[in-house]
């Protein structure tokens, strides 16, 4: 594997794009210069940005569009959009396809039903093996359906994996474990429980792999039931048959795999063993599971995501899993000031749970010190565990391979 890849569907802000451009720029001048002075050549290394979704608006926001022409400068670089999404909101790339017309595709590869399909080229990207060897794709959920697109996305993402007869996995995390629920009647959208059954039915059509998990806390959470059937099985009558309700731990083992895991915001970067030795970060135990590198980009307590974030990773390092977890963007506010609560609150502040798994083997905190600049902050002194890392750290902890560990990529969750 030798092709980076990211997928984005979210908003693209300056200051995300900033900090991709400034970890490219360390990627080409320190670990792969002549790439900057050849042509590419079979197998050499590519990075490749599929847009979908409000990212795709990046690709004509003068602020944003600025960056992208220092990123495209790269001649490894190219960024595959999602002609549907494209039309559907009038985003015209007219003046960059011209600029970069190798580098910028705006068509995709048709799928089983000879329509174009941006996901077919994305579960191409996720393949590991050559057909017809048998692989597998994995999708985490951690939106709601309808109110988000991410679940139709996931769908889609995870049915062109069958279409590549690869086998197909979905975990349900956090307020992903509502795509399970029963009887979903939306009246102008893809229905997504459906959505999940069919999945199933094709997989066992074609002697695939399927499987459909959800976090038992999540679930536990937001009011689906379950109870014990005596024989060691967990049963809901709240959640369509596809879908399982299980343990954190249980979704954590399908990390320990080799496979690729996408989410709405992700990356899958391979561990090339660099001729320099260049290596960065350990792992405590020797482990052949793709390290997880976690972005918190979101300011705590308004939503769940920080916490929920932290717990994931938590899970990640007590399986054995090598987890960096990066609080970067707002994502940064959970270091900033003294938090505190009530006395009389059963809660903790986020600031309590990361002292309280700080230290904890295989898990690793950081905090991008540029986020603290842009915002005039400054990090709370007694957070120790929390290293600080500029442009250069997080650069290292993207593309060094870290020691210890003996897979061939690691995975980058965007929360």
């Given at each position: 594997?030798?092709?980076?890849?990211?997928?984005?569907?979210?908003?693209?802000?300056?200051?995300?794009?900033?900090?991709?451009?400034?970890?490219?720029?360390?990627?080409?001048?320190?670990?792969?210069?002549?790439?900057?002075?050849?042509?590419?050549?079979?197998?050499?290394?590519?990075?490749?940005?599929?847009?979908?979704?409000?990212?795709?608006?990046?690709?004509?926001?003068?602020?944003?569009?600025?960056?992208?022409?220092?990123?495209?400068?790269?001649?490894?670089?190219?960024?595959?959009?999602?002609?549907?999404?494209?039309?559907?909101?009038?985003?015209?790339?007219?003046?960059?396809?011209?600029?970069?017309?190798?580098?910028?595709?705006?068509?995709?590869?048709?799928?089983?039903?000879?329509?174009?399909?941006?996901?077919?080229?994305?579960?191409?990207?996720?393949?590991?093996?050559?057909?017809?060897?048998?692989?597998?794709?994995?999708?985490?959920?951690?939106?709601?359906?309808?109110?988000?697109?991410?679940?139709?996305?996931?769908?889609?993402?995870?049915?062109?994996?069958?279409?590549?007869?690869?086998?197909?996995?979905?975990?349900?995390?956090?307020?992903?474990?509502?795509?399970?629920?029963?009887?979903?009647?939306?009246?102008?959208?893809?229905?997504?429980?459906?959505?999940?059954?069919?999945?199933?039915?094709?997989?066992?059509?074609?002697?695939?792999?399927?499987?459909?998990?959800?976090?038992?806390?999540?679930?536990?959470?937001?009011?689906?039931?379950?109870?014990?059937?005596?024989?060691?099985?967990?049963?809901?009558?709240?959640?369509?048959?596809?879908?399982?309700?299980?343990?954190?731990?249980?979704?954590?083992?399908?990390?320990?795999?080799?496979?690729?895991?996408?989410?709405?915001?992700?990356?899958?970067?391979?561990?090339?063993?660099?001729?320099?030795?260049?290596?960065?970060?350990?792992?405590?135990?020797?482990?052949?599971?793709?390290?997880?590198?976690?972005?918190i980009t979101k300011s705590p307590y308004t939503t769940g995501t920080a916490a929920g974030a932290i717990s994931?990773?938590?899970?990640?390092?007590?399986?054995?899993?090598?987890?960096?977890?990066?609080?970067?963007?707002?994502?940064?506010?959970?270091?900033?000031?003294?938090?505190?609560?009530?006395?009389?609150?059963?809660?903790?502040?986020?600031?309590?749970?990361?002292?309280?798994?700080?230290?904890?083997?295989?898990?690793?905190?950081?905090?991008?010190?540029?986020?603290?600049?842009?915002?005039?902050?400054?990090?709370?002194?007694?957070?120790?565990?929390?290293?600080?890392?500029?442009?250069?750290?997080?650069?290292?902890?993207?593309?060094?391979?870290?020691?210890?560990?003996?897979?061939?990529?690691?995975?980058?969750?965007?929360?």
């Open positions: 594997m030798n092709s980076y890849f990211y997928l984005f569907s979210h908003p693209l802000p300056p200051e995300r794009l900033s900090w991709i451009e400034e970890c490219l720029k360390f990627f080409f001048v320190q670990l792969a210069p002549e790439t900057l002075m050849h042509q590419k050549t079979p197998g050499s290394t590519v990075f490749s940005f599929f847009l979908t979704g409000d990212a795709l608006y990046s690709l004509e926001d003068p602020e944003t569009l600025q960056i992208w022409n220092i990123i495209l400068s790269f001649s490894p670089v190219r960024i595959v959009c999602d002609r549907k999404e494209l039309d559907l909101r009038g985003v015209g790339i007219g003046p960059l396809r011209m600029r970069f017309p190798e580098q910028v595709i705006d068509t995709n590869s048709c799928g089983t039903d000879s329509k174009p399909s941006f996901w077919k080229d994305l579960a191409t990207a996720a393949r590991q093996t050559k057909p017809p060897l048998p692989g597998t794709i994995g999708w985490l959920q951690t939106d709601s359906p309808y109110m988000n697109r991410s679940a139709e996305n996931g769908i889609s993402f995870l049915s062109s994996g069958l279409d590549e007869l690869l086998s197909a996995e979905l975990y349900a995390y956090l307020d992903g474990v509502h795509v399970s629920h029963h009887g979903q009647q939306p009246t102008d959208s893809v229905n997504i429980g459906e959505g999940l059954v069919a999945l199933s039915d094709r997989a066992t059509s074609r002697k695939l792999g399927f499987s459909a998990i959800g976090c038992s806390r999540s679930a536990a959470a937001r009011g689906y039931s379950t109870w014990d059937d005596g024989q060691g099985q967990v049963i809901s009558t709240c959640t369509v048959r596809a879908f399982r309700i299980r343990e954190l731990s249980q979704i954590i083992e399908r990390f320990l795999m080799p496979h690729i895991i996408l989410s709405s915001d992700s990356g899958a970067f391979p561990l090339e063993k660099t001729g320099a030795g260049h290596t960065y970060d350990r792992a405590e135990k020797a482990s052949k599971a793709p390290p997880v590198t976690i972005l994931f990773a938590v899970a990640c390092a007590h399986a054995g899993i090598l987890t960096r977890v990066v609080f970067i963007e707002d994502g940064i506010y959970a270091l900033t000031g003294n938090h505190r609560i009530q006395k009389s609150s059963s809660a903790f502040t986020i600031q309590e749970v990361i002292n309280a798994v700080a230290g904890s083997e295989n898990l690793h905190f950081f905090a991008f010190t540029p986020s603290l600049q842009k915002r005039g902050i400054a990090k709370e002194r007694s957070l120790n565990a929390v290293l600080d890392i500029g442009y250069p750290g997080l650069g290292k902890i993207f593309f060094y391979p870290p020691g210890n560990v003996q897979a061939d990529h690691q995975r980058v969750l965007v929360f």
